[in-house]
């Protein structure tokens, strides 16, 4: 067999190894190995191994068959994680979306109801005090009368009735810019003058009738009237003046003087009194409604006299004629059960005919009215006129 040289070989080299460890072969350190062929040492301080003799190596003996393959290992344990990285760098903003804009939405809901009213805010302080808005009455007295003028008040009215001296009215510097005064002089039976105005204070400067002053006439009665106002509370113009004549009595004015008899003409018998008319109309009717149906019923206020009466028919359709009759049912519009016939027709055809006065007096406070007591008709329609005196 091929195997067994080396068999030999093995085992002789065993041996020599053996030999060598118990010291039996000779040596003088590593290198050194007499008639043999070093094949290695134990260590560098042991003496080397030789072998003697023998054949040279084999062979490489075949790969032998793979053993079988061992079980896997256990896993291993998970690794720790990794440290976090750092935050990467913003990228670049993205361009604008092409989107169109939405449609607008629904509207919103109903105003809601009104809030409650707000308390009513503090009472404002109190303006300043105007120059008023009255006129102020006085009555002047002597041959300087002192006209002044009322704080507050627009307009001051003084009346003086001229007695048997000339008067020259003074401007007192009572008052204020823009107040007025008003003198007014009513002559008496002496014919006075009233002289030129005078001033307290100031300037008086005439704005009419040629820069001067009128003077107040001289019947008994005769007024003048100066318009005097305040310029700056100091100075004067006289923006006015006028005169008027002695007024008459007030029954000369105006004619309602009172008198003691009043005739209107000169005829004062019954036929030329004041008349009056009563009309009465059943309108369109059909048929007719029987005589307990009143038509225009009419009350009597003032005491009179029939005089005449006509009956027209704007409608006549009957088979028996109506009777038609004006009533005095007294003072009770609803109980007419025993009327007085005042006027009376029986209409036989369409057309206007005079009417029958049975009775031609109207009593105050009677109620009259129109019946048809008979008769079978279809369309009718009667109006009566009655014109009447009035006692």
């Avoid at 009255?134 to 507050?152: E, F, R």
């Avoid at 009595?249 to 004062?268: F, H």
């Amino acid at each position: 067999m091929r195997y067994r040289p080396l068999l030999a070989t093995v085992t002789t080299l065993a041996m020599l190894r053996a030999f060598a460890w118990a010291g039996d072969v000779p040596h003088s350190g590593i290198g050194a190995c007499p008639g043999g062929q070093v094949v290695g040492t134990l260590n560098q301080d042991a003496p080397p191994i030789c072998v003697v003799g023998g054949g040279g190596s084999g062979g490489t003996g075949a790969t032998g068959a793979t053993g079988v393959a061992g079980t896997n290992g256990a896993t291993g344990s998970a690794g720790t994680n990794g440290v976090t990285g750092p935050t990467g760098v913003t990228g670049v903003t993205g361009p604008t979306g092409a989107g169109s804009t939405g449609a607008t939405g629904p509207g919103g809901g109903n105003t809601g109801a009104t809030g409650a009213t707000g308390a009513t805010g503090a009472t404002g302080a109190t303006g300043a005090t105007g120059p008023g808005g009255t006129v102020t009455t006085h009555t002047a007295s002597g041959i300087a009368p002192n006209l002044t003028c009322t704080a507050n008040t627009v307009q001051d009215e003084w009346d003086q009735t001229l007695a048997a001296s000339n008067v020259t009215p003074n401007l007192n510097g009572s008052c204020v810019t823009g107040q007025t005064i008003i003198y007014h002089a009513t002559q008496g039976a002496s014919g006075v003058l009233v002289n030129n105005l005078t001033a307290t204070a100031g300037t008086i400067k005439y704005m009419s009738v040629g820069g001067a002053q009128l003077q107040v006439p001289a019947n008994n009665g005769d007024q003048l009237y100066i318009y005097i106002r305040s310029v700056d509370g100091t100075n004067w113009a006289v923006m006015s003046q006028v005169t008027s004549a002695a007024q008459a009595a007030a029954c000369a004015q105006n004619g309602n003087c009172p008198v003691a008899t009043l005739t209107i003409g000169s005829d004062t018998s019954a036929a030329n009194m004041a008349r009056g008319f009563m009309s009465f109309d059943t309108g369109n009717l059909t048929a007719l409604p029987g005589a307990t149906v009143l038509f225009d019923c009419q009350k009597v206020v003032k005491a009179g006299t029939l005089e005449n009466g006509v009956v027209t028919a704007g409608l006549f359709t009957c088979a028996g004629n109506p009777t038609l009759k004006i009533q005095d049912c007294g003072a009770s519009v609803n109980a007419c059960g025993s009327p007085t016939t005042l006027v009376s027709n029986t209409p036989t055809a369409a057309g206007a005919a005079d009417a029958t006065i049975s009775n031609a007096t109207l009593t105050a406070g009677d109620y009259v009215c129109m019946q048809i007591t008979a008769g079978t008709c279809t369309a009718l329609d009667l109006t009566v006129k009655l014109e009447h005196r009035i006692n």
